[in-house]
């Protein structure tokens, strides 16, 4: 059932849609021209003095109020004949034109609210048949004849503040449709028997305001035309006892349902003062805000359909076993701040019993009230009592709550305990035992502080949510705190608990697996064990926005990431704003399948990993704004935005280039998503400098397509410079073993040697082998071995001709020898024997004979300047295969074997 106060305030925007449709009742912002929108016109504060002739001419709502308009002509409202809604209050406008709605036949709405209209003739109106709502509040009106009279359809109108001195607007009957009808801050102080009777045919009436009239008499049968009235608003009347009392009585001839009485100044509320109710049928009734202090037993005793009761913003200190006697059908009793202490005054007091005979009552309301004491009798008799609200209010029984608290309720079928603000300091145990029916238990803004063992919940076995947040002092969880409620499905500790909660073993969460709302926020929680929700497997939401969790999802953190969520699978909604996150673990989030709603807003974030979001396939919320992301790349983003509605990543320093950005601009130019909120002006670039502080959306990604071919170049060279510098690599550390491949291969098919047969002459020795003393063990550990094989070398201390003398037997050997082999060191080029006679015979023998038969095999890194010097020789002077290196390597040992074989096998070709 509506209250006299909801009445109104449907009233009032029912008024206001209709005059000047939905967007009429929100704040006008200064404009400098007309804005249009779906087929609505508004063009209020413009300070127009003419109606603006180039709208669009399809327009069906048109707001031309707070203005300087005089007068409305018919002739320049004549191109918009499809308005249905016109608005042209807090004008100037002194009359009404008849053709009005001649020129806009489907006019069904007409607001002139604060204008200067006086007269007003039955011609003004004759051809507005189809008005449905009239406002003509705060004008001059003087009626002349029957105005109203052609106002067949009209369902709300409003004379409201015009000086009135009667109510009678007409005298024949009219307005068979009129719903409700506005007389208030008129100056009539009587009600006549005939003042309504030109309504006696309008079967629809429902509500009459006549508030702030200054009435002092009524005279018998004033209602009686209209007696079909449902509500009345008398509200700021300044009407005696009698006078009220006179009301009630002849109110009780109509069908009055809601009655408001509000700012009536109604000190003292009479035994009498309802006596004429009796037989009503009233069931609502608003006496709020009358500064009222006594209510006389018994006042209410007539009211017995009454269902709800407001006695709001009163002062009232005294309540009796007597004060509700009578009301056998509320419902609701509403008391916010009807019961308070003040300077001059005591604590007030509520009797025990005093809402004994509110048997059917199911809300009660006592927000910012203050009692003296709640006893083992206040609430007794309570037997419907569903949800009881003392929030914000000062009972000192409530400071420290015992198991005697509330044993008044205990035959009340409690539903809902509202205990929000009330300084609650301790709860003992079994202090909510009595109430085994509760389902919400309500202890926000309070100063609890004590370690919550289990035992304070006893007997709560139905209850399904617990609220403690904002606690000032600090609660301390044990693993046993919600031993006693396994039912709980809402649990919200946000700025309320100790943080060391989350480091429990036992997680204290554990006994919930009913758990589907877990609010842990503003705690300053550091640690979080990796099994804190294990077995919350039907949790829902959690909320862990404004803490300290940076430090779990590290690597760098003591045993890696803690990966905290991995308990919770069915997780559809999860904020951690404000927790100074600067990187998100691959795994953090895996398995999060149902995941709707993500908030990650105000941390640090900037660099993800590719995969980190792949499991958010059900996202539809993603907030990420106030952080430090600068690239939005699809490896990262593609999945989560495939199936959002709502995305929120404002206030990041973009980086507005084509490898960072190019993607989501795209992405934002094809979206269908609506609600991307400050898309315009706060996704604002930060580099280059080109774009610094513009919108992305200024991002040319055309720009991108000329750097196409220049990304396939740029493969390409990369690709061939990479390939390039591992072949150099290759070649610098293994390239002797590839050519050792390579010779075998090769060698394996053509054999080691290409000497013809037919060289001009068989020689006796495959090689001559010139070295240094100092380079005989050498010779014979890497040389000798071959000899066994599949060479004959001539040694000079072995191989010496019998009967000759060392030089005639050097000469004879080098002739007949196919090679004469150098190793090539530091001792060898200063050695004067070497140098002056063995190496001068050997260069002799081959210049004579015409053959490229030398091999040098290196055992140093001898500079060919003084190869020269010493044994004119040089490198270029011989082919590559002829020169052998030797790299001192073991594993290396048979390759070079392989090049010596290869090189004393070549030809001796005749040199030219």
């Known amino acids: 059932m509506c209250t006299p106060r909801s009445l109104l305030l449907t009233w009032v925007i029912a008024i206001c849609y209709f005059m000047a449709g939905p967007y009429r009742c929100t704040a006008s912002q200064k404009k400098t021209a007309c804005s249009v929108h779906d087929g609505r016109a508004d063009c209020s504060h413009l300070s127009l003095n003419v109606i603006p002739q180039n709208l669009p001419r399809n327009i069906t709502s048109l707001d031309l109020s707070h203005n300087r308009l005089v007068a409305i002509s018919p002739g320049s409202l004549s ?15 002194t009359k009404m034109d008849q053709g009005l709605c001649q020129v806009l036949p489907q006019l069904r709405t007409l607001n002139i ?7 007003l003739k039955k011609e003004d109106l004759s051809h507005c048949s189809s008005l449905v709502g009239l406002n003509m509040a705060s004008n001059r009106l003087k009626l002349k004849g029957e105005p109203f009279s052609a106002l067949q ?41 005939d003042d309504f009777s030109f309504l006696n045919i309008s079967a629809f009436l429902r509500t009459l305001n006549i508030s702030s009239v200054p009435l002092k008499s009524l005279e018998p049968g004033c209602f009686k035309p209209i ?10 009347s300044d009407m005696s006892a009698e006078v009220i009392s006179k009301l009630c009585t002849e109110l009780s001839g109509t069908s009055i349902q809601a009655l408001s009485l509000r700012k009536m100044k ?3 509320l009479l035994e009498t003062t309802f006596t004429g109710m009796q037989n009503a049928t009233l069931t609502s009734l608003d006496l709020s805000s009358n500064g009222m202090n006594k209510i006389e037993d018994g006042s209410f005793r007539w009211l017995h359909r009454l ?14 076993k007597k004060t509700f006697e009578g009301l056998i059908s509320l419902k609701v009793l509403q008391m916010t701040k009807a019961l308070v202490k003040s300077h001059s005054s005591s604590t007030p007091i509520i009797d025990d019993f005093t809402f004994q005979p509110l048997s059917t009552l199911e809300n009660l309301i006592l927000q910012h009230t203050a009692v003296r004491e709640i006893t083992a009798h206040t609430f007794t008799g309570l037997t419907s009592l569903k949800e009881l609200d003392i929030s914000w209010s000062s009972y000192t029984t409530l400071r420290n709550i015992s198991e005697k608290t509330f044993i008044s309720l205990a035959g009340s079928p409690l539903r809902q305990l509202n205990l929000r603000g009330t300084a609650i300091t301790h709860i003992n145990p079994g202090s909510f035992s009595v109430l085994r029916n509760l389902t919400v238990l309500l202890l926000d803004f309070n100063f609890i502080n004590q370690v919550l063992t289990g035992r304070e919940f006893e007997g709560l076995d139905h209850i399904e949510e617990i609220h403690m947040s904002n606690n000032y002092q600090k609660i301390q969880l044990v693993s046993t705190s919600f031993v006693n409620v396994p039912n709980l499905r809402v649990l919200i ?32 929680i550091a640690n979080i064990r990796e099994n804190t929700f294990e077995g919350l497997v039907n949790l829902k939401v959690l909320k862990l926005q404004h803490n300290n969790l940076a430090r779990l999802w590290k690597w760098a953190n003591v045993g890696g990431p803690v990966l905290f969520l991995k308990g919770v699978p069915n997780l559809i909604t999860l904020q951690l704003d404000s927790n100074g996150l600067d990187e998100i673990p691959e795994n953090s989030l895996r398995g999060l399948h149902n995941l709707s709603e993500l908030s990650l807003q105000n941390n640090l974030l900037n660099s993800l990993k590719d995969s980190v979001f792949d499991d958010l396939t059900s996202l539809q919320v993603f907030r990420l704004q106030k952080n430090l992301i600068t690239t939005v790349r699809p490896e990262v983003f593609k999945t989560p935005m495939s199936n959002l509605s709502l995305l929120a990543m404002d206030k990041n320093p973009f980086d507005c280039t084509c490898e960072s950005i190019l993607w989501f601009v795209s992405w934002l130019n094809n979206t269908n998503m609506t609600a991307l909120p400050g898309l315009r002006d706060q996704y604002v670039c930060n580099t280059p400098h080109a774009y610094y502080n513009r919108s992305i959306l200024n991002f040319d990604t055309l720009s991108c397509k000329d750097i196409t071919p220049f990304q396939g170049l740029f493969v390409l060279s990369s690709t061939a410079v990479m390939m390039l510098i591992v072949m150099a690599l290759l070649v610098r550390f293994h390239g002797w073993r590839i050519q050792f491949y390579w010779n075998i291969m090769i060698n394996r098919t053509l054999g080691f040697s290409d000497a013809n047969v037919e060289e001009g002459r068989n020689f006796e020795y495959d090689a001559y082998v010139i070295h240094a003393k100092e380079d005989s063990m050498w010779v014979e550990r890497m040389i000798g071995p071959l000899e066994k094989e599949t060479c004959r070398f001539c040694w000079e201390d072995r191989d010496a001709v019998p009967g000759k003398s060392i030089m005639e037997s050097i000469v004879e050997n080098m002739k007949n020898s196919r090679k004469i082999l150098f190793v090539i060191t530091d001792s060898l080029l200063n050695d004067p024997w070497c140098r002056r006679f063995t190496a001068y015979h050997a260069l002799h023998e081959v210049i004579e004979a015409s053959r490229d038969s030398v091999v040098l095999v290196f055992l140093q890194d001898v500079h060919d300047y003084k190869l020269s010097r010493s044994l004119f020789l040089r490198r270029g002077m011989l082919r590559s295969k002829c020169i052998v290196d030797w790299h001192g390597y073991k594993e290396r040992v048979p390759a070079f074997h392989q090049k010596l074989l290869i090189a004393l096998g070549m030809t001796n070709r005749l040199m030219e």
């Open 266 to 268: 109604l000190v003292t």
């Open 227 to 236: 007696s079909g009235l449902h509500s009345l608003i008398v509200d700021g």
């Open 113 to 119: 609210e604060h204008n200067e209209v006086h007269l």
């Open 153 to 193: 359809n009209l369902e709300f109108l409003d004379v409201s503040a015009n000086k009135l001195q009667s109510a009678k607007l007409s005298s024949n009957p009219q307005l068979p449709s009129l719903v409700s009808l506005n007389l208030a801050f008129n100056i009539f102080s009587t009600l006549r028997e």
């Open 493 to 524: 500790l946000g700025k309320g608990i100790n943080a060391s909660a989350s480091k429990l073993d036992p997680s204290p969460f554990r006994p919930l697996t009913n758990l589907n709302n877990l609010d842990l926020s503003n705690n300053n």
């Open 307 to 320: 269902e709800t009761l407001i006695l709001a913003d009163n002062e009232i200190k005294h309540l009796t």
């Open 79 to 93: 191109p918009y004949q499809d308005l249905i809604h016109l608005d042209v209050g807090y004008n100037s406008i």
